[in-house]
């Protein structure tokens, strides 16, 4: 688990001693680093919140075109005899 973590925590460990060299108070880095990351995952909330609305919007402006195809399929016995007429069939290894 805790290699898994290593990523996250050296970069939170570079921004927060990288803040605290600016600031020259560890507990005011600590505070910032804190608004910093809230600020992040907020952000990356309301990415999470939006992305059903949006797949939503796909899926309603994809049903017609769905449709469509389904009504228009051709069975698969005329595609194979249409592949094997031009040779495709030989050509797909197994």
Known sequence: MKTLLL???LILQT???AIAGVVG???VSL???SLITSLIMAWLGSLIRRYPEREALVQSLMATKLERINKNQIPSNAIYKRLKSINVIDIIPY
């Open 7 to 9: 990523p996250l925590i």
């Open 15 to 17: 921004i927060y001693m």
């Open 25 to 27: 108070s560890y507990g």
């Open 31 to 33: 505070l910032i680093l």
